[in-house]
């Protein structure tokens, strides 16, 4: 499974979530007994509980890093969307979710509470099984990276942050950037304009060039036709 666990969230508090298989990863002392697993449950829920108290009061976009997992988060106007993946999903499509999320979120009535705080899970029973829907949505059937929507997201990249959790939870906080990547991406997508730049220029001399092509052919035909009835010097009448 690429999504493992999404929430939404005011400030620090949990309003709505849906993890997927056996594992809590934000309540992990309500399942597993055993002390091992429960030392995992406790790293990942510190992990989601930090980036929750860490996320400044403007929006906001970012990833963070945690061992093998990647929790993508937007922040805007008081409200977290929050998803755990794995780090094979990449970035473009948890975000794309996100988004989607975020758009569900937002058509709901539960948006209009947003200038007053919330109790933890107060929306659980209304937009959880939304939260689920959609993660299960694109689990099985992920959208079309459609070139289009590639695009838009291309120009919000460098605004997107990665962040390591572990050296968060024990080295204070340090920063990991993808200036590369995104610089990276950045030149490619100016390469592409540049060609399709070219190509455009290509086919429109190759449109004028059969253009002209035909009105010289269609030129040729009626001289050939009125050279048949006035000669070939077209002195109709002599």
Not at 68 to 79: M, N, P, R, T
Not at 85 to 90: I, L, M, R, V
Not at 124 to 140: K, M, R
Request: hydrophobic share 40%.
């Amino acid at each position: 499974m690429s999504l493992i666990h999404a929430l939404v969230a005011q400030g620090s508090s949990v309003l709505a979530e849906h993890r997927t298989g056996e594992r809590d990863f934000s309540h992990g002392y309500l399942l597993f007994p055993s002390s091992h697993e429960r030392v995992l449950m406790n790293g990942h829920s510190l992990a989601t509980q930090t980036i929750l108290s860490k996320i400044p009061p403007n929006n906001s976009k970012l990833t963070y890093v945690w061992e093998q997992y990647l929790f993508h988060y937007i922040s805007e106007d008081g409200f977290t969307y929050l998803v755990m993946a794995e780090d094979a999903a990449g970035r473009r499509m948890p975000f794309t979710f996100l988004g989607e999320l975020q758009r569900k979120f937002i058509s709901g009535p539960s948006s209009s509470s947003s200038s007053h705080s919330m109790a933890p899970y107060s929306l659980q029973a209304s937009f959880g099984p939304t939260i689920a829907q959609l993660v299960h949505q694109y689990n099985t059937t992920p959208p079309t990276d459609e070139l289009a929507r590639a695009h838009a997201e291309l120009a919000q990249v460098k605004d997107i942050m990665v962040q390591n959790v572990e050296q968060i939870l024990s080295r204070g906080e340090r920063i990991e950037l993808l200036v590369d990547k995104t610089d990276t991406m950045a030149s490619q997508a100016t390469a592409f304009r540049r060609g399709a730049r070219t190509v455009r220029r290509q086919m429109w001399w190759r449109n004028k060039r059969v253009l002209a092509l035909g009105i010289l052919v269609f030129f040729l035909i009626l001289y050939l036709i009125m050279a048949q009835f006035c000669g070939a010097t077209l002195h109709c009448g002599a």
